[in-house]
């Protein structure tokens, strides 16, 4: 069965500086992955999603993911970190045999002034 | 061109009532899936309706029914309501059965007393 593992429940980091929010996941088939961002007493947004081609995927508002198929990880990056960024982000894998998508338990951001 | 609309944004019933949620897919999306995010989790796959069928279904209960009319509409229903039915109630759209990012509406927050 798939799943997803988003090992840090929060992520503090300082305006400016780069971040990374970590993602695994397991998968019998070919993996296509997604990044969501959630503001409070909202909807999910979409970021970026990868299904084939260059491991490094850019989204939006400068977010990009780096997908890893020997570690089978799918990590969340950007260079320089707006306070505009703390938000709640959801890492979430389809199987490529499969329509329903699995999401993580979610990764709180704190972006600090 | 308007998003995923959920209706009503907030409900409260009590244990053993019945409630339907309603969502609206994205303009030209025919594909709708439902989420139940519970508290502090990540939103968890209730089921995915397109062309009027359920095409997949998480591990929820048969409490847990839906509806997609002729205009892509869909419906969720839950019976007897219970505590653990307490969540943000999540629909999401999307063009087919794709790999195309799911687009997700604002949420229908169910408290049951």
């Known amino acids: 069965a798939q799943s997803v593992a988003q090992p840090e429940d929060q992520v503090n980091v300082a305006e400016g500086n780069p971040l990374t929010v970590k993602c695994t996941y397991s998968v019998s088939g070919n993996p296509y992955l997604f990044w969501y961002v959630q503001y409070p007493n909202r909807g999910l947004q979409f970021l970026l999603k990868?299904?084939?081609?260059?491991?490094l995927v850019k989204g939006s508002y400068g977010f990009e993911a780096e997908f890893n198929k020997s570690q089978t990880s799918f990590h969340l990056k950007k260079p320089s970190a707006l306070v505009s960024d703390s938000a709640l982000y959801f890492c979430a894998v389809r199987d490529g045999g499969d329509d329903k998508i699995i999401f993580g338990k979610g990764t709180r951001l704190h972006i600090l002034p | 061109d308007a998003g995923v609309t959920q209706s009503p944004t907030h409900l409260i019933k009590t244990r053993g009532q019945q409630v339907t949620l309603r969502c609206s897919p994205k303009?030209?999306?025919?594909?709708v899936s439902w989420y139940q995010q519970a508290l502090g989790q990540g939103p968890q796959f209730i089921f995915q309706?397109?062309?009027?069928?359920?095409?997949q279904r998480g591990n929820f209960p048969d409490r847990f029914s839906g509806h997609q009319f002729p205009n892509y509409s869909s419906e969720l229903n839950v019976n007897a309501l219970l505590l653990g039915d307490s969540a943000l109630y999540l629909c999401a759209s999307s063009f087919g059965v794709s790999n195309q990012p799911q687009h997700f509406g604002d949420g229908t927050r169910l408290s049951i007393l």
């Open positions: 990868y299904i084939t081609g260059d491991n």
């Open positions: 309706y397109y062309e009027e069928e359920e095409r």
């Open positions: 303009s030209g999306h025919d594909t």
